[in-house]
């Protein structure tokens, strides 16, 4: 079985974006998994959560895909833990009109 390719369109309009990273040291290694969501209503976009700052060359690469060309119009952050909002700064950079 193939591993899924990312942007995936998981429902009509909805993509899930992803991306994984390893974690912890030689003696406790663990995976990390992320997930954002973006939704393209008729008249706006959304994303829920940003991911980590070190993602985001892959997860600026899915967003760009998934929005199609269109902006990215409000970011919906969960929480203020790390892995939901470190990348704030570059989605804001990226789409400086986003609210």
Request: glycine content about 6%; overall charge negative.
């Amino acid at each position: 079985m193939n591993a899924p390719t990312f942007p995936r369109e998981v429902a009509d309009k909805i993509f899930w974006i992803n991306q994984c990273m390893g974690a912890g040291d030689a003696d406790t290694p663990f995976h990390l998994h992320l997930s954002l969501f973006l939704l393209k209503g008729d008249n706006a976009t959304m994303l829920v959560d940003t991911s980590m700052q070190a993602l985001w060359p892959s997860i600026e690469k899915q967003l760009d895909e998934a929005l199609g060309g269109r902006p990215l119009d409000y970011l919906f952050v969960t929480h203020p833990e790390l892995p939901h909002s470190a990348a704030l700064p570059l989605h804001l950079e990226k789409f400086p009109d986003m609210q």
